[in-house]
Nanobody
Framework: QVQLVESGGGSVQPGGSLRLSCAAS????????MGWFRQAPGKEREGVAR???????RLYDPSLQVRFTISQDNADKLYLQMTNLKPEDSGVYYC?????????????????WGQGTQVTVSS
């Protein structure tokens, strides 16, 4: 089993920045990809970005790539740096892990999920 714990959410004004963190624990050696997803009220969960655990192979939602950056500082710690935040970026952000060798940004490709962290962008 893999456990994922997100942190770093909060409230910010439009144009502000936030950095989300995700700590993975447990049987992390089975993870191939880690990523970030988000879900706004009344909307479906959508993929934000993912990368290969311990490596690169970054993939972003094209509409977010300019403002969001996914990174790791070790194989079990994932980050999402968000800049120039807009009200439409508000929602719950989830860290996810996939054991598939070919995971993109579809939520059904990810086996493990964190509990989510709330991001609110409002003036």
């Amino acid at each position: 089993q893999v456990q994922l714990v997100e942190s770093g959410g909060g409230s910010v004004q439009p144009g502000g920045s936030l950095r989300l963190s995700c700590a993975a624990s447990g049987d992390t050696h089975i993870i191939k990809f880690m990523g970030w997803f988000r879900q706004a009220p009344g909307k479906e969960r959508e993929g934000v970005a993912r990368m290969y655990r311990g490596g690169d192979r970054r993939l972003y939602d094209p509409s977010l790539q300019v403002r969001f950056t996914i990174s790791q500082d070790n194989a079990d710690k994932l980050y999402l740096q968000m800049t120039n935040l807009k009200p439409e970026d508000s929602g719950v952000y989830y860290c996810a892990a996939s054991t598939s060798s070919s995971a993109w940004l579809q939520s059904n490709q990810y086996n493990y999920w964190g509990q989510g962290t709330q991001v609110t962008v409002s003036s």
